[in-house]
C-alpha cells in the first residue's frame, strides 16, 4: 500500500508540472551569438580571400521593440508577417595577392586590403521565407588592422610574413546596403526516412564597397532539420540564418548551394573611390559552390562550409577555395 501511494503522489505531481507547463505557454524563442571563421588554409591556399572573422548577435523576436518592429513591416519587399529579429555583427576581412614574398606586389595581383565593420540588421522569419535587411558600415586600409593581423598570426605560427601590406588601398569609409530574401521553396518534407527542403534566394548590395545582384539556391539533407535557413556566412556570400529552433535534442544536415553575383563594383578590385590606388580588371560574374554539413546539440550549432569562387579578376590564375566554419548558441 505505501508503495502504491508514492507512486500515485508521484504520478499526481508529475501531472500537475506538466498541466503547470502547459499553461504557461510554449517556451520563447531565444536569441544567438555566433562565431564565424573563414579562411583560406582549408583550401590549401593563402591569397585572394584570405581570412575573415565575424562574431555577431541576433535578438529573440520578443527582445525586438515595437516600434522597430512597425518600421521593419513598412520596408520595402519586407516581410508583413511573421517574427522580427535584430542583428548585430562585427568583422574583419581581408584579401592578399598571390606572391606575398615581392615588397613591391606586381600591378596585376589582387590588391593588399583589409575591411573592419559593423553591422545592423533586422531579420523576418514568416516560416515560409526570410527577408533580411541590413546596413554595414567600416573601414578599408590600414586603419582596418588587416596587415597587423595577418602578420601577427603568422609570426605566432612560424609562416612567413607578407611583405607588402606597405603597398594595401588607402583608408576610406566603408558603406554596405543590402537586403535579400531566401524562401523555402520546397518546404521540410520526408524523403527515404530523412528530411529534405529547398530554398532559392534573391539580394542585391549597393555602397561604395559593393555593388551587386544576387540570386541562387540551397537543399538540406538530413533529420530533425532546425527550424532555420543554414548557416551563416560572412557577405558576399550564400546566405543563412545565425539564429535556429531546434525540433529535436539532436539533428544533423548536410547542404549544398550556388550563389551568383553580377558584380557593379568591388572596391578591393576596382581600388579606392576618392584617391589613386592599385587595382585589377574585375569580372563582372562571380559564383560561389557551396558543400558542408550542420549538426546541432540542444542550444549549440556547428557548420562547416567548403566554398569554390570562380575568378573575380581578369589576371586571377584560378578559382579561389575556402573553408567556413560557424558556431552558434542560443540563450
Known sequence: MKLISVVSA??????????????????PEKGAFGILFE??????????????????????????????????????FFSATGDVRTRYALGQSMFTPLNKTLTNPSPTDRPYAGFLYGTAGLVGDSGTYLDQVQITLGVIGPMSLAGDAQNWVHGIVGDKKAKG???????????????????????????LGMVFDFEPHVGAAVGNVYDFANAGAMARLGFNLPGD?????????????????????????????????????????DGNTWETSRSVKK?????????????????????????????????????????????????
Do not use: C
Not at 588554409?41 to 512597425?70: C, I, K, R
Not at 603597398?167 to 537586403?179: A, V
Open 283 to 331: 569580372l563582372n560574374l562571380v559564383y560561389d559552390y557551396d558543400l558542408g554539413a550542420a549538426i546541432t546539440f540542444r542550444s549549440m550549432r556547428i557548420s562547416y562550409t567548403y566554398v569554390i569562387r570562380s575568378r573575380e579578376y581578369k589576371t586571377q590564375p584560378e578559382k579561389s577555395k575556402f573553408g567556413a566554419v560557424a558556431l552558434s548558441f542560443r540563450f
Open 10 to 27: 508521484a504520478l499526481a505531481a508529475t501531472l500537475s508540472i506538466a498541466v503547470a507547463h502547459a499553461a504557461s505557454g510554449p517556451e
Open 165 to 191: 601590406w606597405h603597398y594595401q588601398l588607402h583608408n576610406e569609409p566603408g558603406l554596405i546596403i543590402q537586403e535579400e530574401r531566401s524562401f523555402k521553396l520546397i518546404p521540410p518534407k520526408s524523403i
Open 39 to 76: 579562411n583560406d588554409w582549408f583550401g590549401n591556399a593563402d591569397h585572394d580571400y584570405t581570412n575573415g572573422v565575424e562574431l555577431t548577435y541576433t535578438t529573440a523576436p520578443q527582445d525586438t521593440p515595437d516600434w522597430l518592429v512597425d518600421a521593419a513591416r513598412k520596408l520595402p
Open 229 to 269: 535557413y543554414g548557416p551563416m556566412r560572412i557577405d558576399p556570400s550564400m546566405p543563412g540564418s545565425n539564429f535556429f529552433e531546434p525540433t529535436g535534442a539532436f539533428s544533423a544536415y548536410v547542404f549544398a548551394g550556388v550563389d551568383g553575383r553580377a558584380v557593379g563594383r568591388n572596391l578591393f578590385l
